[in-house]
């Protein structure tokens, strides 16, 4: 029997692949069995079909995974299936489908995963491969998203990481986010200590060191007790805590050590744990723009963060007017910004029943009237003096002890000590002294005026002087001399530290706080009345 004609259209349509596989599939079977000899023929050209495809098919897959690869961040299935992916690659959200070797359960939102060249299908997985991007604060949780605080007060709404939701982040903590895709990436640790805007004094000074300086200890000591433990009486009385205290005074009088005996007070005495927080000078400044003001509000933050784990916190603010100076004094428009955000926090402590700001400055005239308000630095503001004879011979004593080496002559170590304390308030304090007077000053309208000891007198130059006469003696019993500490190490100590600052002491505003000279005083010469080379100095090879 002879095909009719309409079988070779269908052949041709089969081969064209112009038909459904079913209407296919029964046409083959109805051709080969009308003709057998032409089912030969017939699979030699599927297989031929067969191996085209085939290789297309290769050199397809080769195309999608020839490189370059483009990483991209997993971010979910969509679609309520796991064939197509969204995906962040820069700042780009992409929908791709899944190459067939990608287990969806390995995917975990915030992976690494690598696109092929066109960048619409996800290759591979790098679980190992790590992060870069920007470190900001976690605020707040939103809609299963999370709210970062950054720089300039400016708040970014951001995916979260897999991680970094199983760390539950708090308040606070910092997270690792990429700019572009905006998810957050993983839990940072917090900053090193040395970089934190708070660095921990330690409470190492005493009530018996720290000379002539009771009364203010005493009277900022007595408050915070008060509040701390007969909370009934402040209650009945009526009583908001003491929040803020200005120490006022020029360099070395002893404002941070006072601060540092006010916390071992606490802590010896009653049982409190205290710590000084110190704000270091200028720590806040940054050069870009709001990121002064957010430092301001960090270093609050790191303050209350220690008062809430039990900690009686006194902030301590050294040379506050680096935070809050007039504004016609400021050096650029960052002061005028710093200073409002400054006042807006230290009006937020009020609530803060175990916070103590304290604030130290040599240049009171700097600050803001808005800082010496009370409620803020103005509820107590002392003046730290100067030591005079009494005062300097307590901070002689704290350093001179009885078990130094001295050259005693025979006599006690403790008689021996006192021996060349006194030796050395005489030669400060002693009108007739010739280390007395250092210098004269010679103010515009022609009079003058001398400089003495006293006037420049301050703790910080007492320890030197002691420190220096220690070499002295040191070095001598190093060269076969006579060994121990004597009042002549002493006096060349003083005259040292003197001469030289009486050689620093420049005409201008510095002078005039340090001196505490009248303003209607101008000073256009300070004449040192010593010369250098007219007193023993230490020197190593003079012993």
Not at 51 to 78: D, G, I, M, N, V
Not at 301 to 317: M, Q, S, T
């Amino acid at each position: 029997m002879q095909p009719s004609k309409a079988e070779p259209e269908i052949l041709q349509r089969i081969l064209a692949e112009e038909l459904p596989p079913e209407q296919e599939k029964a046409a083959v079977e109805s051709w080969v069995r009308k003709n057998p000899a032409a089912a030969a023929p017939l699979l030699l050209v599927c297989l031929g079909q067969k191996h085209q495809y085939k290789a297309a098919l290769e050199e397809l897959r080769a195309r999608l995974r020839r490189s370059p690869w483009h990483p991209a961040t997993f971010l979910q299935f969509l679609f309520d299936s796991t064939e197509q992916a969204l995906v962040a690659a820069g700042s780009r959200r992409l929908s791709v489908a899944l190459a067939p070797e990608i287990d969806p359960a390995q995917l975990r939102r915030g992976a690494v995963v690598f696109l092929n060249s066109d960048m619409n299908l996800l290759l591979r997985t790098a679980p190992q491969m790590t992060h870069a991007g920007a470190v900001a604060e976690f605020s707040r949780f939103h809609d299963g998203r999370a709210v970062l605080r950054v720089g300039a007060g400016e708040e970014l709404v951001v995916d979260l990481a897999e991680p970094v939701r199983e760390a539950a982040p708090a308040r606070g903590d910092l997270l690792l986010y990429d700019r572009d895709s905006l998810v957050a990436i993983e839990k940072v640790e917090a900053r090193p200590s040395e970089s934190e805007l708070l660095v921990t004094l330690p409470a190492d000074i005493g009530i018996e060191q720290l000379g002539g300086l009771d009364g203010p200890f005493g009277e900022i000591a007595a408050e915070i007790r008060l509040h701390l433990f007969h909370r009934e009486l402040v209650e009945a009385y009526r009583l908001g805590p003491v929040k803020g205290v200005l120490l006022c005074g020029p360099p070395g009088v002893g404002k941070t050590s006072l601060v540092k005996c006010l916390a071992r007070g606490l802590s010896t005495e009653h049982g409190v744990q205290a710590a000084v927080l110190l704000a270091r000078p200028g720590i806040h400044r940054s050069m870009w723009y709001g990121a002064s003001e957010q430092n301001v509000r960090s270093l609050f933050e790191e303050a209350r963060r220690a008062a809430a784990c039990g900690a009686y916190v006194l902030l301590f603010f050294d040379d506050v007017d680096q935070l809050g100076a007039r504004e016609n004094y400021s050096a650029n428009a960052v002061d005028s910004r710093i200073l409002p955000c400054f006042l807006q926090e230290i009006d937020a402590l009020r609530s803060e029943s175990r916070i103590l700001l304290v604030g130290a400055t040599n240049r009171q005239d700097l600050l803001d009237e808005a800082l010496l308000r009370p409620g803020r630095f103005g509820d107590k503001i002392f003046r730290i003096p100067r030591p005079g004879r009494a005062a300097a011979r307590e901070i002689f004593r704290k350093y001179l002890t009885p078990d130094l080496p001295y050259a005693a002559n025979g006599h006690p170590p403790a008689e021996a000590a006192a021996g060349v304390v006194e030796d050395a308030l005489a030669a400060i304090f002693s009108a007739g002294s010739e280390y007395h007077a250092l210098a004269t000053l010679a103010f515009r309208d022609g009079s003058r005026k001398p400089l003495t000891a006293p006037q420049v007198m301050s703790g910080a130059l007492i320890e030197s002087v002691v420190t220096q006469a220690k070499l002295r003696g040191c070095f001598r019993a190093l060269a076969g001399g006579p060994p121990g500490i004597s009042s002549q190490d002493l006096l060349a100590a003083i005259a040292r530290e003197l001469t030289s600052l009486a050689r620093r002491l420049k005409p201008g505003p510095a002078l005039h706080q340090m001196l505490e000279l009248s303003t209607e005083l101008d000073v256009v010469r300070v004449e040192p009345r010593r010369d250098p080379g007219s007193h023993e100095y230490l020197r190593m090879n003079d012993v």
